[in-house]
């Protein structure tokens, strides 16, 4: 058995470089399918020419909509972070002093404020409720 080292190297890349593109197709689908910009024609559009030339596809992809790509994630990635944040917001809101006692919802809410999960403002509206 005569397989040099180089070859292994080479093989290794081609393998790293297949699973790469793999993984790129995926988001480029994803991408195509959360964006809701792009019509139901637009989307099968995009999608025969994904399927049938794919390496073609994929590049036309990035270099059409690419910029539009990062974006999306980014306007994605702050609005889960604001739902958090307004999950957080209306968990310290609402309490639950009945269930735990007062000083540890106290202790919860500074932890929160000392997070800046909430405002101040909150947290003082939120002490009161715990406190009354």
Known sequence: MNYPL??????????FLWVLWIMLLFRVFADLFRDD???GWGKAGWSVFLILLPFLGVFVYLVARGKGMGEREA???RK???????????????????????ADELDRLAELRRRNDITQ????RAKVRVLA
């Open 6 to 15: 180089l070859d292994i190297f080479l093989t290794t890349m081609w393998f």
């Open 37 to 39: 910009t792009v019509n």
């Open 75 to 77: 306007a994605a990635a």
């Open 80 to 102: 889960s972070e604001q739902d958090f944040r307004a999950y957080v917001r209306e968990a310290a809101d609402t309490g639950t002093a009945s269930k735990t006692g007062t």
């Open 121 to 124: 403002e909150e947290y003082e």
